[in-house]
């Protein structure tokens, strides 16, 4: 168990800066998740926690220790590939102990440490299967078990859980996180995929082009996402955007006008923004509540999804082209071709500026 | 009706001609070395498929003579020491080549393929000047030296695909695992390149094996020949007579081991050579 600091962290292939400047703290035990669209630079930041990939420039440390120049054995780190790479000609157990035998570690530790991962991992029954005698999430596990049999100090995923099929990635999700818990070990995991952020990660870093956008809990980064890109990215159907301008601010709040809603009285500080300045209202799609309009008003329903226990609800926007998404409950009472008109909540409503940054709640507000 | 079903007949029977015809082409003259062999001086110039008297005699003959059976050995200690040099460098550099990332390795990949380029007879006088000058005339050194540089570039090439496909992420595994680089490639690189080894070693065994110009050149006393420029050196028992008989057997002896081993090869000859073809 350790923490890992990144101070200043900048990476470059050449004359391509995959990461600028990344400052963040890994507290110990803390799982923490990196996500952000492909590109984004995700697993080149955690191939240079690895050790795999050389840093450009900053400084990393894990503890108190400085490890720019460690080659990865001497970081202390084990790491679960995303298409596994167990070694092919080694059984189940030949794969976790190969890592401890190169560090010459004594025979019986090498059997005891091989045999208590298993027993972690249930996978006492595999030890002397090869790979390809195995299942994606027996495999899955294998990887774990040979990351983990060196007793890391920091254990690394690579997008895990990419290859699996879908029930099995749900499962294989909640083993990871049970083993957290169990183990209590420091965990960086990358993903792209937000459910898996949103549901393991104690601490989720959202990346976007090799820059950290917002660090927070799950919980934060769906409550206050901090930009844009934020908002959009985490959530699912993504949020609603309308362009809006600010009519006017004031102490407890600011009043904001958009093209089809009437004017929202919101407890943004807008204070620093100027009257009629284009801003851009996010709104989630749960967040949204619709009733009858008249015939010429309001937005038109272009389709209706049916999923069981919910329904999305298409809306022509009344700018651009991205379709407005209405989230509720089953069964619904629209259909397609009805005009509606839109009411938000007030208090979920987020606001961006014209630097796709949120605009901060008054204090009191944000206290409470 | 009938005529489609005739001129199909007739196109499946063309087809099986040509493949007979081909097949007699390629092993008649295989099949007429190892009937010679065991046909009596005496019948030599007879005519014929199958022969009448059959006899061992010039097998006893060329295994009693103590420097055919020198030259078989000079010959496997050349032969296996080149398959083994090969391999390990091979091995070694195609890591280099296939794995570590540096300015001019296509450079390096193409002289080395440039070089596999040059005939035999063009660098014949100046090798000559090298295994002089390293003393290594006249002994199974000097062919070793130089059958292993002209297999090289072609196991290199091989190994060098092969080892391009497997997969990156295993190497950092192996990294990540703490090995070091000559550990990833004997404990983890190895055992999945058995099928690209035994392309190359065997390719480079056969290369070795069969080897005349150099082996000629280079050596100059009966105690370090190899096999075939001892056949081509076996005489007869006059100066007008050429012992074929005795050369066939010789022959047929030094050829049987390589057609055994490219049989038990084969199909991993086949999974080799074709490993850079396609992903499979």
Redesign the interface.
């Known amino acids: 168990m350790a923490s890992v600091t990144l101070d200043k962290i900048n990476k470059a292939f050449g004359s391509t800066h995959i990461i600028k400047d990344v400052d963040l703290a890994i507290g110990e035990g803390e799982f923490v998740v990196f996500v952000g669209p492909s590109g984004c630079g995700k697993s080149t930041l955690l191939r240079l926690i690895a050790g795999l990939e050389s840093i450009s420039d900053g400084e990393l440390s894990i503890g108190s220790q400085v490890v720019n120049e460690l080659p990865p054995r001497e970081r202390g780190v084990g790491m679960v590939f995303q298409s596994y790479a167990l070694y092919p000609h080694m059984t189940v157990y030949e794969n976790m102990a190969f890592g401890l035998k190169l560090a010459k570690t004594a025979k019986e530790t090498v059997h005891e440490r091989v045999m208590t991962t298993a027993r972690i991992l249930q996978l006492e029954e595999l030890l002397e299967r090869k790979p390809k005698a195995l299942s994606g999430g027996q495999r899955q596990r294998v990887a774990m078990g040979r990351a983990m049999a060196r007793e890391p100090r920091i254990l690394l995923f690579d997008e895990p859980l990419s290859n699996l099929d879908a029930s099995l990635r749900v499962q294989m999700r909640n083993e990871i996180a049970r083993l957290h818990k169990r183990l209590g070990s420091t965990m960086v995991y990358v993903t792209h995929d937000q459910v898996e952020a949103m549901t393991l990660a104690d601490k989720i870093v959202v990346l976007n082009r090799g820059r950290v956008e917002q660090v927070g809990s799950p919980q934060e980064l769906y409550q206050r996402p901090a930009t844009k890109f934020v908002a959009g990215f985490i959530g699912s159907p993504t949020m609603n955007f309308l362009p809006a301008r600010l009519v006017g601010a004031d102490a407890t709040g600011c009043r904001v006008g958009a093209t089809g809603l009437t004017e929202l009285t919101l407890p943004q500080d807008a204070s620093g923004h100027s009257q009629g300045e284009e801003l851009t209202l996010g709104i989630r799609p749960e967040h949204l509540r619709l009733t009858e309009a008249q015939d010429r008003e309001g937005f038109e329903i272009v389709n209706v999804e049916y999923l069981g226990n919910e329904v999305y609800v298409y809306l022509e926007p009344k700018e651009g082209d991205t379709l407005l998404i209405q989230r509720g409950e089953a069964p619904t009472r629209w259909s397609v071709g009805q005009r509606v008109a839109l009411a938000p909540d007030p208090e979920h409503v987020h606001l961006f500026g014209s630097d796709d940054r949120a605009l901060p709640l008054k204090a009191a507000r944000a206290v409470a | 009706m009938t005529s489609r079903r005739l001129s199909k007949l007739a196109a499946r029977a063309g087809f099986w001609l040509l493949v007979a015809l081909i097949v007699v082409i390629a092993v008649f003259p295989f099949y007429y070395a190892i009937k010679t062999s065991f046909t009596p001086s005496g019948d030599l110039f007879r005519v014929e498929l199958w022969p009448t008297r059959a006899t061992l005699a010039n097998y006893v003959q060329i295994f009693s003579q103590r420097s055919f059976l020198q030259a078989i050995f000079n010959s496997i200690l050349v032969a296996t020491s080149v398959v083994f040099i090969a391999l390990l460098l091979g091995i070694t550099a195609s890591y280099a080549l296939g794995r570590v990332r540096f300015r001019g390795r296509t450079t390096v990949l193409l002289v080395i393929l440039g070089v596999s380029m040059f005939p035999q007879v063009a660098v014949l006088s100046g090798l000559f000047e090298v295994i002089r000058a390293l003393n290594l005339y006249n002994n199974p050194g000097g062919l070793i030296l130089s059958y292993t540089i002209f297999t090289l570039p072609f196991t290199v090439w091989v190994l060098t695909t092969f080892m391009r496909q497997l997969?990156m992420?295993?190497e950092?595994?192996?990294?990540?695992?703490?090995?070091t680089p000559w550990?990833t490639i004997t404990?983890?690189f190895l055992?999945?390149m058995w099928p690209a080894m035994a392309t190359t070693g065997l390719l480079a065994f056969i290369a070795a094996w069969n080897e005349f110009l150099f082996a000629l050149t280079f050596t100059l006393t009966d105690s370090q020949r190899t096999v075939p420029v001892a056949i081509a050196l076996l005489s007869g028992g006059s100066a007008y007579e050429l012992p074929w008989a005795p050369i066939m057997a010789a022959s047929v002896v030094v050829t049987v081991p390589l057609v055994v081993l490219v049989i038990i090869f084969q199909r991993r000859i086949v999974s080799g050579l074709t490993a850079g073809a396609v992903k499979g």
Request: proline share 12%.
């Open positions: 997969p992420e295993l950092e595994a192996a990294i990540m695992d703490g090995a550990v404990k983890v055992p999945l």
